[in-house]
């Protein structure tokens, strides 16, 4: 029967469990509180009254609109996809649900009027959310969608965004956080460090934290920009004042600017515009203190911004080309005489003959180039070039040649036969064909072209040239049909010559010749065809032909890097090098020499590829420094990296002469690209502070180091932070890094000279404790205890001696002034310490031996006694401590001991007939505040006699005050008189 009324019982709870889990069904159904529209979409509802495991699930295409706040808690849950939309009139508060109750993967939520909150937990959403307000909590959160407010927007750190984020103020959290999208604040912008930001920023006024932070796009501040060290832009900029804080600031791109101020080893890559630009002094907007002068290679560089038009257009045409083709040309749209920089506006231009129409910078990023081509179907020499554009040019028209890059007349052949010669780029030394083709126009249409040569073997005079740099030192060498390689110079060792050499190629059935060429250098290389016999059934017949062959270098290598460095600092290569170079070779492994003399220099990015620490959100700031290329070495200068952690250094080139390297399956990578030897970076110096109110203001008589006091053995919070070479917090110095494995050693100086460990050094033996009452000796803190380059560890500082009763044998320290100092040893022996010498700060304090107080009393038994107490410290004598009013004690720390009379049970005991007045007692100025301020001995109504002393602070270890009731004093004193 019992088991009977159980099992009943478990089915009624069971029963009552289930019916709480409700789920809210927002997929065409009736939803108790809520109203359907007519189209059976969207549902209105005054207010949505949730169960504590509730569920909302609201189905692709219904929207939900409750008009009162929303929040959620825990144990609910929210379900959501494709287009369906939560609307709420006032707050919406998702923040507290369980990751994995939030299963949102589409559509809309929206807190109309009010603030919309996530991430009290690691959740992750895909939606788009607008609000008044939008807070991104205290956790790391995942949002793929757009974020919209009216106000305000508070990113938590270590966060993912996947889309545009605007509002008001943008506050972006330190640190780690990675966003992929625009960024638009109409008051301000923060952006904290170790952020990544793939996307444009925009907003008055914009602030990038240090350190370790990148933005790839352009960025438009029109009050005010502030990139802090080791912050990096990679686009253009359009602001009014900009600072680049030292060390290592940059921008890639262009700035246009009122005011600019370059810190430290802080560049802008490109040019700098003032926007009050005067031609007599470009740079008048430019506070310079990066250490480069003005036009150096490093340093700054000032120009025009971009005009009305173009000066002139440029084609790029080839000496002749057959009439039965269009022939390929490039039009450049100048900004200057000189062409030494492109228009960067739209334009549209139409070429003659042939009149095809090129758009010029149609699509971004715009490159003031395009491809087009000029076609004559009548075979002519001599035929002019030209061209009509949009806007106008105030500048002639200017032809170079395809082939070497020379000036030319603007005029070009049109011949019913020709040779043409091109091939793909490629990597230098690495063998792949070129093409010849030998064409004739169509006996039956001029708009056609027919092999020539099909099935034949010809001899064909080849020659090579450099168009790209203009000079070299070595040839290409031609394999001919029988698979012999022939240099078109004396040798294989020796520059292109003027003639060339004779090369055999077999033609297949549709004209063309593929033979293998092999290039140990690199640049644009022009190769000219000639066939010209003076015998046989040819005899007569001259056909030229020519084309360029972009070649780059293989990979770029780095020459060693000495390991470990010091975050932020200009890394040193392993000795007895002087310099860190990067050479760019070829597949054979030898420099090409021509890579850097290009004439246009080509861009080569340095970054860097994380090898360690690899837990999730480690830092990969920005590298530092500049990569200038000649004679195929680079000069990396103050290369640098504002971690902790192993990097490798790399080296990049997209494109090589605006040509892009062969597909790998499909897939385009780099031109060319080059990783260093793995580096260890260690954090540069550690500061140490103590936080918090523990210590307290020194005030006279009493001197304090740093202006601050605190007891022997009295704990207290020291913050140690490990910090990059500009100050910055090495976020990646964490517990969570594996290879920290060695704790960072806390020891204590003398404050003045920091050379005496653990003063005083008479009496000796002082130490660092854990600030218990059992003062554990304390040597450091563990790895595990730092987070983000940060840990607090509960110390004190404990003298060999101390009051007591008795009197113990160790002299007592006087007023001891000591710093704080934190140390860590790397594998070989390098050391990072908080030392003023490594450029450390280091937290100071005065330690004082103190007691309190308690003085002897006596009185009346029928009223109570009151204690004048007070806290003292050490200094060849016990001297009240005026510097202390934070010091306090509650009732419940006071002891009563040795009772006598009236007061004890026995052999002293107490036996509670004398109490203490309950509260709080504090200090002020070194004693208990008279009257009420006092301890307080109630009356106890008999007479008897007590030993007082405070016991409840282990660091002011407490005189015994003995103090009687039922004596009386001498003289005439009136304890109690009755008034009628």
Known sequence: MRLLHFF??????????????????????????????????????????????????IGSAYGVTVNSSLAMSYNQGLTMSG?????????????????????VTGGSLSAEGGTFLMGAQEQTITANISATTIKMGSNNVKVTGKISAKGPVEIASGSVINGPISGTVVNILASSTRIQGDITATTSLTIGSGSQVTGNLKSPTIDLKASGLLVTGDVDASNSLSIASGNGIKGNVDAGEVTLDSSN???????????ITLGWQGRVQQTITCKAYTPSNPCSCVTNNSGWAFNEPMGPKCGPGTQAGPDHFQITHPPSALSCAPAPVTVTACADAACSTVYTGAAQVTLTPGGA?????????????????????????????????????????????????????????????????????????????????????????????????????????????????????????????????????????????ATGAPVQLAFDADGLATPNMLYADAGALGLTATYAPTSGSDSGLTMTGSGNVIVGPRRFVFSAIATPQRAGLAVLPVAPATRISVSAVNVADAVTAN?????????????????????????????????????????????????????????????????????????????????????QFIPHHFVTEVPGTEPMPCKAPLSCAAGSFIYAQQPFKLRVTAQNAANGTTLNFDGRDTALTTQVALRAYDAATGLTAFPPAAPSGSRLSDGTAAQTTVTGIAPASFTAGVASSQIAY?????????????????????????????????????????????AKLTILTGRIMVPHSYGSERLPI??????????????????????????????????GKGFTSGAGACNGVLKVQGGTYAFKQGALPPPNGQLVLLAPGVAGSVDVSVSGLHYLPSTLGHVVFGILRSGPVIYLREMY
Request: include cysteine; aromatic fraction near 6%.
């Open 8 to 57: 009943a019982a478990l089915t009624l709870l069971l029963g009552s469990s289930l019916a709480h889990a409700a789920t809210l069904n927002f997929n065409g159904g009736t939803v108790s509180g809520c109203s359907l529209s007519t189209d059976g979409l969207q549902y209105t509802c005054a207010s949505l009254a949730l169960g504590s495991t509730d569920v909302i699930v």
């Open 83 to 103: 287009n369906a939309a939560l609307t709420v009139k006032g707050n919406l508060d998702i923040k507290d649900i369980n990751p994995s109750n939030l299963k």
């Open 249 to 259: 600031a940059f921008i890639t791109g262009n700035a246009k600017v009122d005011h």
């Open 357 to 497: 129409v090129a758009q010029l910078n149609a699509t971004l990023p715009a490159t003031g180039t395009a491809a087009s081509s000029v076609a004559q179907t009548t075979p002519a020499s001599n035929v002019p070039l030209g061209l009509s554009s949009t806007p106008a040019t105030t500048g002639a028209l200017v032809c170079k040649s395809s082939v070497d890059g020379s000036v030319t007349n603007c005029q070009m052949a049109f011949v019913s036969s020709a040779l043409q010669v091109s091939g793909l780029p490629r990597y230098s030394e690495a063998e792949g064909p070129i093409a010849i083709s030998a064409l004739q126009v169509s006996p039956s249409n001029p708009r056609a072209c027919v092999p020539l040569f099909a099935n034949q073997n010809k001899t064909l005079q080849l020659r090579c040239n450099y168009a790209n740099p203009g000079t070299g030192t070595l040839p290409a060498r031609i394999q001919d049909k029988d698979g012999t390689y022939k240099p078109l110079a004396a040798n294989a060792g020796s520059a292109c010559s």
């Open 595 to 679: 890579f850097g003399r290009e004439t246009t220099a080509q861009t080569v990015l340095l970054s860097s590829s994380l090898v360690a620490p690899t837990f999730s959100g480690a830092a990969n700031p920005a590298v530092a420094g500049s990569l200038a290329f000649n004679n195929g070495i680079g000069t990396a200068s103050n290369l640098s990296w504002a971690e902790a952690g192993t990097v490798q250094f790399t080296a990049t080139m997209a494109t090589y002469l605006g040509a892009p390297p062969p597909a790998v399956n499909g897939v385009i990578p780099p031109f060319t690209t080059g990783a260093s030897n793995s580096v």
């Open 798 to 842: 404990r003298f060999p001696g101390a009051f007591a009763v008795p009197a113990g044998t160790v002299a007592l320290a006087p007023p001891t002034d000591v710093l704080f100092r934190a140390t860590t040893t790397y594998a070989g022996g390098t050391a990072v310490t908080s030392a003023p010498s490594d450029a450390g700060t280091e």
């Open 866 to 899: 009151r204690l004048p107490v007070q806290v003292q410290y050490w200094n060849s004598g016990w001297l009240g401590n005026v510097s202390d009013s934070v010091t306090q004690f509650g009732s419940a720390g006071v002891t009563l001991a040795n009772c």
